[in-house]
């Protein structure tokens, strides 16, 4: 048996897409000990109960405070914390190429720590004993590839199981009951990937002519972007505020999910919901949604691969229009 842990402490999304590697992980090495650094805010992706189905145990960075106050005494505790990991595992692999996991990594590893031969930020592989060639289009393909170099086993990408919280999933089953629901998240981790409010509130009249209960996804009660698209619908929507554990018991019964390049989407995908993706300063064939289920992806020919994070919707994601996704929605209803 060996124990390996991996670091991919965030965003939600980008969490989603390292656990099929370490899916794939898992079911040719179900006596391993795999854990993970991850988020406190995306533990329940990973264990909702311990162990989790394809995690072990999960070890929780309080990022936003860390963000906070990055020089405070108590974040500085927290960071060192790690060290107390030192010589339990076999492997320590950085599925994030930021200084910060690699610091996390290092400390927990030291000299068995691995990651990209291009981490995301430069010094992060300064800290690394083995680094291994990026392989791979999508960034499932290239998470499968790292973590099988490092463990010498031949992966392929496989969809994970995401864990149940009971609490939240009694509260999803009374919320949705018998309906049709359709999740609109029409917030990205920047706004340049949102497509605009008022598509979304006329989309959900739309998808309420056919039959669809839509539901806006409110990470906390005082999202305005959710209100927003809310008072769009003229009714045809409602907000529906909850936490990740809550989100995923909403997701999993979902008939269907729109939305730009973010976490929920990514979810969705992974639960095998039916996903309408609207694209466009990032690229799908490295970022889109990954799993079993039927998937759209809308993207202008305009979009280009640039990444910028600016206070303006793409122009590009601007010109997909309402009438592009409800015929999209209705393909995948086909």
Not at 2 to 15: N, T
Not at 16 to 21: E, I, K, Q, V
Not at 104 to 124: C, F, M, S, V
Not at 196 to 215: I, K, S, T
């Amino acid at each position: 048996m060996a124990r390996l842990l991996i670091v991919r402490v965030g965003a939600m999304g980008d969490v989603l897409h390292a656990l099929p590697a370490a899916a794939a992980l898992r079911r040719v090495r179900p006596d391993w000990e795999i854990d993970w650094v991850v988020d406190e805010r995306w533990q329940p992706l990973l264990t909702a109960e311990i162990p989790g189905p394809v995690v072990r145990v999960s070890f929780t960075v309080p990022v936003r405070a860390w963000k906070s106050a990055p020089l405070s005494r108590e974040t500085v505790r927290s960071f060192l914390e790690f060290r107390k990991l030192r010589g339990h595992y076999d492997m320590v692999v950085d599925m994030q190429g930021t200084l910060r996991a690699a610091a996390i990594g290092r400390l927990a590893g030291g000299g068995t720590l691995a990651g990209y031969e291009d981490p995301r930020e430069g010094l992060a592989g300064t800290l690394y004993g083995q680094s291994f060639l990026r392989q791979g289009e999508h960034v499932v393909q290239q998470g499968a590839a790292l973590l099988g170099a490092v463990s010498s086993v031949q992966l392929e990408p496989v969809a994970a199981e995401i864990p149940r919280t009971e609490w939240a999933e009694h509260w999803a089953e009374e919320l949705i009951g018998n309906s049709s629901v359709c999740v609109l998240t029409p917030r990205a981790g920047w706004v340049t990937k949102q497509w605009p409010v008022e598509r979304f509130g006329e989309l959900a009249q739309r998808l309420r002519a056919m039959g669809y209960r839509c539901v806006v996804n409110k990470p906390n009660k005082d999202d305005e972007l959710a209100e927003a698209v809310v008072a769009a619908s003229d009714g045809a929507a409602e907000p529906v505020v909850c936490n990740v554990a809550g989100l995923i018991a909403l997701v999993r019964r979902a008939k269907l999910l729109v939305g730009g390049d973010s976490g929920p989407m990514h979810l969705a995908a992974m639960l095998g919901v039916p996903v309408v993706a609207l694209f466009g300063p990032t690229n799908p064939l490295r970022n889109g949604p990954w799993g079993p289920g039927p998937k759209a992806v809308l993207r202008d020919a305009s979009s280009q691969n640039t990444y910028r994070r600016t206070g303006e919707v793409d122009p590009g994601l601007a010109k997909v229009t309402v009438e592009q996704v409800a015929a999209a929605v209705a393909g995948l209803e086909a």
